[in-house]
């Protein structure tokens, strides 16, 4: 199948062992048929123990006491991709920390933020988002409306001549909202979700009283940052609108989300006085990690009424 990728996806490579949020740990991982077919024709130790380390009517790990993959070593290397090569990896291992939209003559390609490094490599990206295409693919007639409208919100978003908070207002406007919401209402409606990680559901307690004049939007040094990440969410989530037009929601969400980000990098800022890049990709993995890899929370947040957020 031919495969467009983002401009910076190249420059991905997993860090492994000094990875501080391995993502073969605390994650439930689905094994897709044909692998476990392929686990279960093994005659080897190795496939006696992946059969052992398997349990569920949907095939999954099961996962150690501590949370880890059994498969994952002490080094924070895979052993099955460390004996055999990454043939033997689950489609779940072997895609992440990419995410895939199909269409039909191609698929789009992009990196996940929930992995760190992917994070660190999109947020520092400086020149604009753009696709590398493979030579010609072919377009449906719907496709070609669909990219057409993507285009026009990329440009949008995009548009360095204006600050990201102007852009942010535009596009809102554009899709008949506003690009201002009540950061207690958000954080509530945020609280009801799904949650992994109990550090979360206290940033959000926190989030709720926190005073957000939305300057940051505003700010010179946030400016490519936020592009990137709003630029990140249309590509991630805009698909689906393929299928059932509704554009304004997933705009909404991507909006939401850097709105949320927005609060959570000056509620950090007003505390330390300063806030660095690493501490920024680390609130972005969280967000990511709790909110983009949760079927249920991306529904509910997918259908949210602009109006109980306002
Ligand atoms: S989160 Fe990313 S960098 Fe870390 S182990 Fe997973 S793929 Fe590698």
């Known amino acids: 199948m031919k ?9 991905f490579t997993c860090i492994g062992d000094r990875c ?16 476990m077919q392929l686990y279960n024709s093994l005659t080897t130790d190795l496939g006696e123990r992946i ?19 059994p498969f994952l070593t002490d080094k924070g290397l895979c052993e099955l991709i460390c004996e055999c090569g990454e043939e033997m990896l689950c489609d779940i291992c072997a895609l992440h920390p990419r995410f895939r939209n199909f269409y039909s003559d191609f698929i789009e390609t992009g990196l996940g933020l929930c ?20 030579n010609s693919i072919s377009f449906s007639e719907e496709e070609k409306v669909f990219f057409a409208k993507r285009q026009a919100i990329f440009s949008v978003l995009q548009d360095r001549e204006k600050t990201v908070g102007e852009r942010f207002a535009s596009l809102a406007e554009a ?14 409606a945020y609280l009801t979700l799904e949650r992994l990680d109990e550090r979360w559901t206290t940033t959000l307690h926190h ?15 946030f400016q490519i940052l936020f592009e990137q990440l709003s630029v990140y969410f249309i590509f991630r989530h805009l698909a689906d609108a393929l299928w059932d037009e509704d554009y304004g929601l997933r705009v909404q969400f991507a909006l939401m989300s850097c709105y949320l980000i927005g609060a959570l990098f000056s509620c950090y800022l007003e505390k330390q006085g300063d806030i660095d890049f690493e501490t920024m990709v680390e609130l972005v993995r969280i967000y990511s990690s709790e909110v ?16 109980t957020i306002q």
Not at 20 to 35: A, L, R
Not at 123 to 131: D, G, I, Q, V
Not at 207 to 221: A, H, K, M, V, Y
Not at 295 to 303: A, C, P, R, V
Request: hydrophobic fraction near 35%; charged fraction near 30%.
């Open 115 to 134: 992995c760190e490094e992917a994070a660190r490599i999109i947020l520092s990206e400086t020149e604009p988002f753009a696709l590398i295409v493979p």
């Open 175 to 188: 899709f008949g909202f506003s690009f201002r919401f009540s950061l207690k209402k958000l954080c509530t």
């Open 292 to 307: 983009e890899y949760s079927e249920e929370n991306m529904e509910t947040l997918l259908t949210l009424d602009y109006r």
């Open 3 to 11: 495969e467009a990728v983002p401009n910076y996806y190249y420059k």
């Open 207 to 221: 989030l709720q009283d926190f005073s957000f004049d939305g300057t940051i939007f505003e700010n010179r040094d």
């Open 20 to 35: 501080k949020h391995n993502c073969c740990i605390g994650w439930e991982i689905d094994i897709d048929e044909e692998t």
């Open 51 to 69: 059969r052992k380390n398997i349990e569920g009517d949907v095939p999954h790990f099961i996962l150690r006491a501590d949370d880890r993959c």
